[in-house]
C-alpha cells in the first residue's frame, strides 16, 4: 500500500497544471494525517490573530495542546507579564472563536517562535 507521501505526489503530478497556495496544500495534508488534537492546533492557528488582536499575536503563538491546555510561546518576559493578566480573556476570545470549550487553560513561556 502506497504511503501518503507517494499519494500526494500522485496527486500534485495529476493537477500539475493547477497551482495551489502552499498553505492551502499544507493544511489539507496536515488534516488528512495528523491526530483530532492537531487539527485542533490547526483551527486555533486560523482564529489566533483575530480573536487576540494583531499586537498580542505579533509576540505570542500557540505551539502545542495537551488535553485542553494550550501551549503559548511569547516574545519575551515582558509580554510573558503582560499576558499572564490578560489569560482567561484570551482564553474566552480563542474559545469563541472556535465556537467551544476547547481551551481551559493556557501556559504562557518565553520561547522560540
Not at 485542533?40 to 505579533?58: C, D, N, R, T
Request: charged share 25%; no cysteine; proline share 3%.
Amino acid at each position: 500500500m502506497r504511503g501518503y507521501k507517494e499519494r500526494a505526489m500522485a496527486e500534485i503530478r495529476k493537477n500539475s497544471k493547477k497551482f495551489a497556495h502552499i498553505g492551502t496544500v499544507i493544511d489539507k495534508i496536515l488534516q488528512q494525517h495528523r491526530p483530532l488534537n492537531d487539527q485542533s492546533l490547526i483551527q486555533v492557528w486560523k482564529v489566533w490573530e483575530g480573536a487576540v488582536g494583531f499586537p498580542i499575536a505579533a509576540n505570542a503563538r500557540p505551539v502545542a495542546f495537551k488535553g485542553d491546555l494550550l501551549l503559548v510561546h511569547v516574545s519575551s518576559s515582558t509580554w510573558l507579564h503582560q499576558l499572564r493578566f490578560l489569560e482567561k480573556e484570551m482564553i474566552a476570545k480563542v474559545n469563541a472563536a472556535l465556537g467551544g470549550d476547547q481551551v481551559r487553560s493556557m501556559k504562557l513561556k518565553v520561547g522560540e517562535f
